[in-house]
């Protein structure tokens, strides 16, 4: 990039071209990778799995269903009792038939609440449960 | 702001300042703002259905039985660590790959016990998986 030339009373001025370029570069790349909609729950700690496969693209159909530590079913972010669950689930197999299910249970979670989620998912035609897990924790 | 005055070569320049000040202020925010997240798996399982009139499954030869319990799991009926039953599998899937496994849960066993199993599954590339609950 040429140099501007200066008069001595702004011989200190700094050339701040490769800065701005080198900050817009970070802005773009922030906002690129900013994911605003934050609709998992953050108190849930998943169980550690190295060797399951990755989720990769995800089907847009995917149901996520999480269950917390005490058994709480929530879908998006939305705390549902068991009932109201069963409708949704119910009312989403009348419109896909069959839709992946991906359950987000705390690591802690009795089997006996992630139970009652999968019962509801075989009680509508869902044979096929995924589970998620953490494959590789960031530091 | 102070204006400073410059010479008429120097006129057509920009005042640079606000934009900067905006623009590392968008920065700071996204900086803050930034979360990293986990690599996610999943572990698939089939779950059958809890049908009392189903015909009583024939007696595969091909069948793995695994009990997860509150305090640790069992395999063909005797108790074992995590790391005997992982070595138990390995050698399992070093013979035949096409073993339909059966997990069946205590209701009181954490989730946790339950992925580790499903985990060690993957690892070995057994992938005829049923989850049971009892």
């Known amino acids: 990039m040429g140099r501007q030339k200066r008069s001595s009373t702004a011989g200190c001025a700094v050339d701040m071209t490769p800065m701005i370029d080198v900050v817009f570069q970070l802005i773009i790349f922030f906002i690129v990778t900013i994911k605003m909609e934050q609709s998992i729950n953050e108190d849930i700690r998943l169980a550690k799995a190295e060797y399951g496969p990755m989720i990769e693209e995800e089907d847009p159909r995917t149901m996520v269903v999480e269950i917390d530590q005490r058994g709480w079913i929530s879908i998006h972010g939305a705390q549902l009792s068991r009932a109201k669950f069963q409708k949704i689930m119910i009312g989403r197999a009348k419109r896909y038939r069959q839709f992946p299910v991906l359950i987000r249970a705390d690591r802690r979670t009795d089997h006996k609440d992630v139970r009652a989620v999968m019962d509801i998912c075989s009680k509508i035609g869902i044979w096929r449960i995924n589970f998620a897990a953490i494959k590789q924790e960031v530091t | ?134």
């Open chain 2, 1 to 134: 702001m102070r204006k400073r005055k410059r010479r008429p070569a120097d006129a057509a320049e920009l005042e640079m300042t606000p934009m900067i000040d905006v623009v590392f202020q968008l920065l700071i925010f996204f900086l803050v703002t930034l979360k990293q997240e986990d690599i996610l798996s999943h572990l698939d399982v089939s779950r059958p259905a809890p049908d009392p009139n189903a015909k009583q499954e024939e007696t595969f030869k091909d069948l793995l039985t695994i009990t997860i319990h509150r305090y640790g799991y069992m395999l063909k009926g005797k108790n074992r660590s995590i790391e005997q039953l992982e070595r138990d599998l390995t050698r399992l899937a070093s013979f035949s790959k096409s073993v339909s496994v059966i997990i069946r849960c205590t209701s009181d066993s954490q989730h946790e016990r339950l992925v580790s199993v499903l985990n060690i599954c993957a690892k070995v590339g057994l992938k005829k998986l049923s989850v049971f609950s009892m």
